[in-house]
């Protein structure tokens, strides 16, 4: 399960004692722990490989989040909107926006604690956060892409992998593709299409449809409702042999 990404990422504390810098275990000085390695680098990218997985998958909730906003007030989905939203987003992504720092201490923030747990991320590491995750901001623009559906101009991806300081505008953006989830619940819909099919049989064995499947010419059912004056007739001559209601009847 992602959500077990910032669990973890807390089982590699740090040291910051004055004479260390070196991780602690917590899993024990175990070689066959899983979270045992040999150097104190392996430790280091590994922690920071989920802090940027956390990231995106935050990154693209909040991008939903603005988009679903952005429909409901312009009452229309319109793709300059979105486009900008994504340019946005991308900009906020590698510090390139007026109000990325805000962003990242903020918005951000709260959205990885929220999703991932508070064991995910240290209030320490707030400030620090972009700053924290700037060496990955590449691999971060291409998972956010992958995830949203955003493609960018091959122009627009080489310049991004040769420079580190650059800004997309909204000529870098190609197109933004509609993602169809494929996790959907498979049980869920299985049971209801095993409720519809009981619901058929159930039908099929009604009395109406008994007598409908003998395609009668003449069939009033008499279950309008009250105050009619016509009682409709099912059969194949439909209304020519429709009947009425003398006001006497109760229905």
């Known amino acids: 399960n992602v959500r077990h990404m910032g669990f973890i990422r807390s089982q590699f504390s740090e040291d910051t004692s004055s004479n260390g810098g070196d991780i602690e275990l917590p899993m024990g000085d175990n070689e066959d722990s899983p979270f045992n390695f040999e150097h104190n680098d392996k430790w280091r990218k590994v922690k920071l490989l989920l802090m940027a997985e956390m990231v995106v998958r935050t990154m693209k909730n909040?991008?939903?989040?603005?988009?679903?906003?952005?429909?409901k007030s312009s009452k229309i989905a319109l793709k300059s909107i979105q486009t900008n939203i994504a340019m946005?987003?991308?900009?906020?992504?590698?510090?390139?926006?007026?109000?990325?720092?805000?962003?990242?201490?903020?918005?951000?923030?709260v959205?990885?604690?929220?999703?991932?747990?508070?064991?995910?991320?240290n209030t320490s590491e707030r400030d620090k956060l972009f700053d924290y995750t700037r060496s990955l901001a590449v691999y971060m623009v291409c998972r956010f892409n992958d995830m949203t559906g955003v493609k960018i101009s091959n122009e627009c991806a080489s310049q991004m992998i040769d420079r580190r300081c650059m800004s997309f505008t909204s000529v870098d953006l190609i197109g933004i593709g509609q993602r169809v989830k494929h996790n959907i619940y498979v049980k869920?819909?299985?049971?209801?299409?095993?409720?519809?099919?009981r619901l058929r049989e159930i039908l099929m064995m009604s009395y109406c449809y008994q007598v409908m499947s003998d395609n009668p010419l003449v069939?009033?059912?008499?279950?309008?409702?009250?105050?009619?004056?016509?009682?409709?007739?099912?059969?194949?001559?439909?209304?020519?042999?429709?009947?009425?209601?003398?006001?006497?009847?109760?229905?």
């Open 219 to 251: 069939y009033l059912m008499l279950s309008e409702r009250e105050g009619s004056m016509i009682a409709s007739n099912n059969g194949t001559i439909c209304n020519r042999f429709d009947g009425r209601y003398s006001g006497n009847e109760e229905l």
């Open 62 to 71: 909040l991008f939903r989040i603005y988009l679903r906003h952005a429909a």
């Open 88 to 109: 946005n987003f991308l900009n906020i992504i590698i510090g390139d926006h007026e109000r990325s720092r805000h962003f990242w201490s903020e918005q951000l923030f």
């Open 111 to 121: 959205g990885i604690r929220h999703r991932f747990g508070k064991c995910a991320l």
């Open 188 to 197: 869920d819909i299985a049971d209801a299409m095993v409720l519809a099919c």
